[in-house]
């Protein structure tokens, strides 16, 4: 499955309607961006029950800013609408390919109660 442009209009919809999203912020002018640009796009065509999304971070500075990314390349990961990874700088292919099988092999209902661990619900002041 082809790399899918995200904007500011269909970002929540996206990490909303795909199980599994990959994100990747980036800029035309960022060496680095250009240099893992084929890695990222290589993995979308050999994992098509993935989604891929790209944020050029040059149009979309709210998303970006929003998404609290202050380095690019920046690769995210949502899975269950959890954000489930961030970190900056290029992953080599073979990295790459650790963190795919990695987040395919997520225990949800552990990391759903760890959520719920660090950030519990606010019981009413009585």
Sequence with gaps: MPTIELTAENFDASVQDNEILFVDFWASWCGPCRAFAPTYEAASEANPDLTFGSVNTEEQHQLSSAAQVTSIPTLMVFR????????????????LDQLITAVRDLDMDDVRRQVAEQHPTQQPAD
């Design 80 to 95: 269950d609408q959890i954000l489930v990874f961030s970190q900056p700088g290029a992953l080599p292919p073979a990295a």
